[in-house]
């Protein structure tokens, strides 16, 4: 069952339609700036939104309650000031305490995705973080939007930058606190061999442990799967022959490691929200 709302984009997964479509009713207030989609919604005690994944990477702001989110990665029990990031088509749900709750979303459209893709963000990982320097960056982009003035798009834009570059920082540094050696070099190895065809036995041969306790201590660590990361770096490689030369899709897939041009172009627009020819057209240094 689907429910599309213009400033919550949504796909609902739920026995109760009326449920589903009834959900905008909790939304206080919508708008857009800066080519964000700002949404803050109040709702009652013990308040479940059923089980739904974003069309666009969003994070959210817990203003006042709390709650605890569910997803097949993880469970986050959220206090006030907690905010949180999801990359899209992330499926998970939502259910308030006791005393309910108040939150603010902002999504990100194509203005935002395209240059973010661009640059290697990475906004394909959820991230919750309940204390630290994200909250109070997140509650200033909600007062702007709330009473915005003149100035408004600027600030929302400055503060918005540094929230992703918090959140970017708190994934480049959280994999290797606790990473093992042996971990990190079946990193390495998926870093200097991305373009070949390796196996989880091929890899943790290599690094002399099993395969089965490589690929949970991978995702645990680095909070996606051998094959993901390897497509990551797949990705990062095409972006920058497509941007430094006029090599053909063709050949750029071929040494990405794609087993052709029609899979890399998928999983390249999956990853970036662009295709392979539309990149070249923005990015490529003249």
């Known amino acids: 069952m689907a429910a599309h709302f213009r400033h919550l984009r949504a796909q609902y997964y739920d026995d109760d339609p009326a449920g589903a479509r009834g959900l905008r009713h909790y939304h206080v207030r919508e708008q857009e700036m800066a080519g964000l989609l700002g949404t803050e919604t109040r709702h009652p005690p013990l308040f479940r939104i ?22 097949e990665r993880r469970e986050s029990r959220l206090p006030t000031s907690s905010v949180v990031f999801t990359p899209p088509g992330e499926i998970h ?7 309910g709750g108040r939150c603010f979303l902002v999504e990100f459209t194509s203005r935002w995705t395209d240059q973010l893709g661009a640059s290697g963000a990475m906004l394909h990982r959820p991230l919750a973080a309940a204390a630290g320097e994200l909250a109070p960056l997140a509650v200033r982009v909600y007062q702007e939007f709330r009473d915005p003035d003149r100035i408004s798009p600027l600030a929302v834009e400055g503060l918005t930058l540094e929230i992703l570059a918090a959140f970017a920082r708190q994934w480049e540094d959280r994999p290797d606190l606790r990473a093992p ?3 990190r070099n079946a990193r390495d190895l998926v870093h200097d061999r991305f373009t070949e065809t390796m196996t989880a036995g091929t890899i943790a041969g290599a690094v002399g442990v099993h395969p089965v306790r490589l690929v949970r201590a991978f995702r645990r660590h680095f909070r996606c799967s051998l094959a993901e990361y390897q ?15 006029g090599r053909t899709l063709a050949d750029i897939a071929l040494s990405a490691g ?9 999983v390249f627009k999956q990853h970036t929200g662009l295709t392979p020819a539309r990149f070249r057209s923005r990015f490529a240094v003249r």
């Open 50 to 71: 059923p089980r739904h994944a974003h069309d666009l990477p969003s994070f959210y702001v817990v203003l006042e309650g709390d709650l605890t989110e569910y997803s």
């Open 181 to 183: 050696g042996w971990l």
């Open 231 to 245: 497509r990551r770096l797949r990705v990062e490689h095409a972006s920058r022959l497509l941007a430094a030369t």
């Open 258 to 266: 794609f087993a052709d041009q029609a899979h890399f172009s998928r």
């Open 93 to 99: 749900s939502n259910a308030f305490h006791g005393s």
